[in-house]
């Protein structure tokens, strides 16, 4: 099993800065993909960011490209996703996710939140003035 843990949320203003961490433990990490998913006040789920197990590719929905980077550590078993140019449509919580059963990591299968097995509890992200 795979077990993640999410930190680093809080209150920032719009146009700062936050950066996300997802700890994992369990199966080893570089062995699957993982992504950030978010859902805001009275939203569905929301696909934010995905990476592949080296850390090779990755992938962003169009809403945050340019402004968000997905990134990993896996000699330290750690997942980051750093914000920048935050807006007040960025208030959210946060997930991270493992998808330990994908094989082929594409956008298209990435993108799914039913694609990953493994959740961590969620972080709140507000962005207000």
């Known amino acids: 099993q795979v077990q993640l843990v999410e930190s680093g949320g809080g209150l920032v203003q719009p146009g700062g800065s936050l950066r996300l961490s997802c700890a994992a433990a369990?199966?080893?990490?570089?062995?699957?993909?993982v992504g950030w998913f978010r859902r805001g006040p009275g939203e569905d789920l929301e696909f934010v960011a995905a990476i592949t197990r080296a850390g090779y590719r990755f992938f962003y929905a169009d809403s945050v490209k340019g402004r968000f980077a997905i990134s990993r550590d896996n000699s330290k078993n750690m997942l980051y996703l750093q914000m920048n140019a935050l807006k007040p449509e960025d208030t959210a919580v946060y997930y991270c996710a493992a998808g330990t059963e994908i094989i082929f990591p594409t956008m298209e299968v990435l993108s799914r939140a039913n694609e990953y097995d493994y959740w961590g509890q969620g972080t709140q992200v507000t962005v207000s003035s």
């Open positions: 369990g199966r080893t990490f570089s062995d699957y993909p």
